[in-house]
């Protein structure tokens, strides 16, 4: 926005009187309009460029919280990556792991299967007639307790079996304090 420029008033011209006139009435309080004018823009310009400085600090906070935030994701990208090798390797173990444990149940199967089969055989074995051979010995087998290494074994019942010395001694100690103890509570 222009403003318009004021004449010089001339003291001396004939038209000093209309000049003035013109100056008070017309040219300056156009002039003072003109320059408010122009003062209140540069006032909304101050206040635009003040809004724009605050926006542009503004938009740098914001950029560098994006460059830490790009700079934390690189590193959680990079910690992310090495996380997947390191599962990926333990997914591997643990495939190859369960390939040996499946080969070993399968081993054990065929072990379990084995036996089971020769165990049915030995039962249809026992099922089929008596045992033709014993320890050596063939026929109707009878066999004694010393053949079976149990000669020292006998049957003798728990009320007939002697009673050491020491123990002996324990029951008679046993014995006398329930005596002494049934005397205490006669008193």
């Known amino acids: 926005m222009a403003v318009t420029p004021l004449p010089a008033l001339d003291r001396t011209a004939a038209t000093f009187k209309t000049d003035t006139d013109t100056f008070f009435g017309t040219l300056l309080p156009t002039f003072s309009v003109e320059v408010n004018q122009l003062a209140s823009a540069a006032d909304s310009s101050a206040i635009a460029a003040n809004a724009s400085k605050v926006a542009a600090a503004a938009s740098e906070a914001a950029a560098l919280v994006s460059k830490n935030a790009a700079k934390t994701s690189e590193t959680n990208s990079k910690a992310s990556e090495t996380n997947a090798g390191t599962y990926y390797s333990a997914a591997l173990s643990s495939k190859n792991a369960a390939a040996i444990s499946a080969t070993n149940a399968a081993n054990s199967a065929a072990t379990a299967l084995a036996q089971a089969d020769r165990a049915q055989a030995a039962a249809d074995g026992i099922a089929s007639g008596p045992v033709t051979s014993v320890n050596g010995k063939t026929g109707t087998v009878t066999i004694s307790k010393a053949e079976m290494g ?38």
């Open 150 to 187: 149990l000669g020292s074994v006998d049957n003798t019942a728990d009320a007939n079996k002697p009673v050491s010395t020491p123990q002996a001694a324990a029951i008679e100690a046993a014995a006398g304090l329930a005596k002494l103890h049934a005397i205490a509570l006669s008193f």
